[in-house]
Nanobody, 125 residues
Framework: QVQLVESGGGLVQAGGSLRISCAAS????????MGWFRQAPGKEREFVAS????????DYVDSVKGRFTISRDNAKGTVNLQMNSLKLEETATYYC??????????????????WGQGTQVTVSS
């Protein structure tokens, strides 16, 4: 059983940057591919980024490519999301999630077995 705890959310002005992190415990972190999702009020949860267990392959939703960077540190059991040039519409609760290395499409929330409680990111004008 893996426990995930996000941190680093907060209030940022449009165009600004924020780095959110997720700390894992209770399992072997390198057994899992990791993902970040977000959910705005009244909207469905959407895929943002993912990273394989080795860290050598990443994937991003088109809207964040070139602005967001996902990274992980297997020794520390952490995964981070560096977000630059933030937009108003990216205000949401951001969740990290863990999934099997092999099974499931990394872009689908249903593929992920473990979820954090979320961290709020608010982008203001």
């Amino acid at each position: 059983q893996v426990q995930l705890v996000e941190s680093g959310g907060g209030l940022v002005q449009a165009g600004g940057s924020l780095r959110i992190s997720c700390a894992a415990s209770g399992g072997t972190f390198s057994n899992y591919n990791m993902g970040w999702f977000r959910q705005a009020p009244g909207k469905e949860r959407e895929f943002v980024a993912s990273i394989t267990w080795t860290g050598d392959t990443t994937d991003y939703v088109d809207s964040v490519k070139g602005r967001f960077t996902i990274s992980r540190d297997n020794a520390k059991g952490t995964v981070n999301l560096q977000m630059n040039s933030l937009k108003l519409e990216e205000t949401a609760t951001y969740y990290c999630a863990a999934k099997s290395r092999i099974y499931g499409n990394r872009r689908y929330s249903s593929a992920y077995n473990y979820w954090g409680q979320g961290t709020q990111v608010t982008v203001s004008s």
